[in-house]
């Protein structure tokens, strides 16, 4: 610790709330001089002794303590200690969880075969931007992960604008056993590890992975949809293969589009039509709502009633959470797609300065390659991919749907200016029958990794992309959507 550090003591139920600004970080540990009784938390992951922790890239966070502590820290431009917290309110809400959770894994035990009314917890988060939902699914995934059953809940992201463990635009789903402790405020849920040593504990996650391509789920509803159920099938698929783990239930972090009313698709004007494809999806039976007096008496309305047993919670937001402006959603894009390709910083490097503070372990060694046009097929999903309506002929329908995959042509001058600097998913490898004779067949497939196209050379017909390794991407498919990254 810098001779700038001082101690912070926290009262009982208590938390240390503090936001940092572009470039400023802060160090934090808990001192050894704490009572026996004490300890602190980070959303809801213990904080042990005597460890450090470094925050950066604009992180906000609040560390909370039951029974009181002594923190030793540097310090930040805005920090508090704040007196009244919603913890207890999410405490009881995980105590009732838990019970689900015990429950379901006793008579799974004593009759396997045998059809059971006892659930495991299958939690929809929803609530207005900035509300602190994924703060919720943190605080009750790790209070799930310490309460010493083993369980490993399922944790699904649908925010395209965080991406969870990889990139912005997409929607995953991955077990977590491990707390999750995040120091900076891009990758909420810990970042997998795209070509670091096995030594790294990031490296043993292994997401199951969805492109979307856009941040912003209302760009192409239908499309979105449509992936919710994708990913729910294949996480019905992996419980029936895991049926050990199955009792520790699910959290679907969700973006506030989500709880907007009404919905455009291509079908119509539907009402809370995405909130309708999670419940039916995933089985839904517990419904979170935070600090929304409207959308919590809809939510009763709709799935309170009648034969679904969905249980509807309002859960007061917390005072600590922050408003974010689009600018800083931005700049946390930019920054979560170099930490994929590049590696977490610890902090940002200022000019002039040395970044003493990068972890070498995190370093990550991106592989700058030239492929053919042809070595690689890449395609847009929906309408966005064509021509606009007013240059239809006159009388004429549009032939392609929301969700109709539509080959991008690197040749063509407007699709160049669309791929350049263009954040590609690269889909798992099929067949290449499927893909030839069966455009559906893409929107089935995961991602297994992500490029940047950084040049394209008309000329020789090639495109330059930075890939997180040297492996060979002749013969892939890969899927364009609205997100771009320019290195600086």
């Not at 966070?61 to 930040?76: D, I, K, P, Q, Y």
């Not at 075969?113 to 699914?137: D, F, H, I, Q």
């Not at 690269?426 to 490029?451: H, K, W, Y």
């Amino acid at each position: 610790m810098s001779g700038e550090s001082r101690e912070c003591v926290l009262n009982p139920k208590t938390e240390f709330r503090f936001e940092l600004d572009p470039g400023e970080d802060i160090t934090l540990k808990v001192s050894s001089r704490v009572l026996l009784s004490g300890r602190a938390e980070l959303f809801g992951a213990e904080l042990p002794r005597e460890r450090a922790y470094h925050f950066a890239a604009e992180c906000k966070a609040a560390v909370f303590t039951w029974h009181g502590c002594t923190l030793e820290m540097s310090r930040a431009s805005t920090e508090y200690v704040a007196e009244e917290t919603p913890m207890v309110s999410y405490v009881n809400c995980h105590a009732v969880l838990e019970q689900m959770r015990v429950r379901t894994s006793i008579m799974r035990r004593s009759n396997e075969t045998a059809p059971t009314e006892a659930e495991p917890p299958r939690v929809l988060v929803l609530g207005a931007e900035n509300s602190g939902k994924t703060s919720l699914c943190k605080i009750l995934l790790n209070y799930a992960l310490r309460a010493g059953q083993g369980w490993s809940p399922l944790v699904v992201n649908l925010d395209t604008w965080d991406g969870a463990w990889t990139v912005p635009g997409t929607i995953s789903a991955a077990h977590l056993s491990s707390p999750v402790v995040t120091t900076i405020a891009d990758n909420p849920y810990g970042s997998t590890a795209t070509s670091a040593p096995g030594s790294v504990s990031s490296s043993a996650l292994l997401p199951l992975v969805f492109w979307f391509g856009h941040v912003e789920s209302k760009q192409n509803l239908d499309y979105m949809r449509h992936l919710i159920h994708t990913l729910a099938l294949k996480v019905e698929q992996h419980s029936q293969d895991y049926a050990e783990s199955a009792s520790s239930g699910l959290f679907i972090d969700t973006p506030a589009a989500f709880a907007a009313p009404n919905q455009s698709t291509g079908q119509g004007t539907e009402k809370y039509a995405l909130v309708t494809a999670c419940v039916e999806a995933f089985h839904i039976n517990t419904i979170i709502v935070m600090g929304n007096e409207k959308l919590t008496v809809e939510m009763q309305k709709r799935y309170g009633d009648g034969n679904r047993h969905i249980a509807i919670v309002k859960i007061p937001r917390s005072g600590g959470v922050v408003e974010i402006d689009l600018a800083c959603r931005r700049r946390l894009v930019s920054h979560q797609l170099r930490s994929y390709f590049y590696g977490a910083r610890h902090s940002e490097r200022k000019d002039g300065e040395e970044d003493d503070d990068f972890d070498p372990e995190a370093a990550l060694a991106p592989t700058s390659s030239v492929v053919s046009f042809s070595d690689l097929r890449i395609y847009r999903i929906g309408e966005e991919s064509v021509a606009p309506s007013s240059a239809l002929p006159i009388g004429a329908s549009r032939a392609v749907s929301t969700i109709q995959p539509v080959l991008v042509d690197p040749t063509s001058p407007m699709h160049q200016s669309r791929l350049l600097n263009g954040v590609l998913a690269l889909l798992a490898p099929g067949s290449s029958s499927a893909v030839q004779d069966d455009l559906t067949q893409i929107l089935e497939r995961n991602v297994s990794g992500f490029l940047v196209i950084t040049g394209i050379d008309q000329e020789h017909r090639t495109l330059t992309v930075l890939a997180p390794s040297a492996a060979s991407i002749e013969g892939r498919v890969a899927m364009l959507g609205s997100i771009e990254w320019q290195e600086a």
